[in-house]
């Protein structure tokens, strides 16, 4: 059964990796219920999810998963632990949470750019989720992991990207960076380069050299000091002397 089993597994990673660009490692999305199944069936997720998709894998979470089961209380303390030990992939729910099947599929929508594998034992979740063509499903029966078969509507949207109908998202990003190689699209990393601000030199005004006062210049300032020393000096003399004579009269 383990030898069937992991053949499957590797005819639907072939498909997913040669229609929709997945590729290693995989990236696998947990909630709440899929962590608590691998508790009770005590299988070591680490270990086993790369023995069974052969290949390197990262065991991923949100932080709206993570709410819920601390919400949930003591019940699912150890899927709680268990979720904590995974990465923690950013969300578009900062302010408020959602719940943790409602995050799981936004994150999978507008085509799954990131390439995400859902690994779940909800069944509205799941339902959900093959709806959306691209997304590897996984899910844990009588203890044993399994990735489910593409779903009809990612089966539908490969046949109609191959009639030409429809251009998947994979596609859409090799011709982008083609056209980013043959110079046709501007790369949107030297887009986001801002212009650097020109290093200006000193004012010019600021480097003239002062002036030095030419010698005629000083001499002049220096005889008009004189004469106002003089008229000073005259003009207390006189006063001395008027009131000498007025004294004497």
């Known amino acids: 059964m383990k ?3 992991q053949k499957h597994a590797k005819k639907h990673l072939g498909f997913f990796r040669n229609n929709f660009g997945v590729r290693e490692p995989y990236q696998i999305l947990l909630d709440g219920t899929f962590c608590q199944a691998a508790l009770r069936g005590r299988i070591q997720l680490r270990e086993q999810l790369p023995r069974y998709l052969m290949g390197e894998t990262q065991l991923c979470t949100t932080r709206c998963v993570l709410k819920e089961l601390e919400t949930l209380g003591k019940d699912l303390y150890g899927a709680k632990l268990i979720a904590q030990k995974c990465q923690v992939r950013n ?4 302010k408020n949470a959602v719940s ?6 936004s994150m999978v929508e507008e085509g799954n750019p990131h390439h995400y594998f859902v690994a779940t034992q ?3 979740l799941s339902v959900k989720v093959k709806k959306q063509p691209g997304v590897p499903l996984m899910f844990i029966i009588q203890n044993t992991m399994v990735l489910d078969k593409p779903s009809p509507k990612t089966i539908a949207f490969v046949k109609a990207v191959e009639s030409g109908q429809l251009v998947s998202v994979h596609e859409k990003e090799s011709i982008k960076h083609l056209k980013e190689e043959q110079g046709l699209v501007k790369n949107p990393e030297q887009r986001k380069r801002k212009k650097r601000k020109k290093i200006s030199g000193p004012n010019p005004l600021s480097c003239l050299k002062k002036k030095k006062k030419s010698p005629d210049t000083q001499s002049s300032a220096s005889e008009k000091k004189r004469k106002r020393k003089r008229i000073r000096k005259r003009s207390t003399s006189k006063v001395l ?3 000498q004579n007025a004294e004497g009269e």
Do not use: M
């Open 241 to 243: 002397s008027e009131k």
């Open 122 to 124: 909800d069944q509205n």
């Open 3 to 5: 030898i069937t089993r």
């Open 91 to 94: 969300c578009p729910h900062f």
């Open 100 to 105: 943790g099947s409602e995050c799981l599929l």
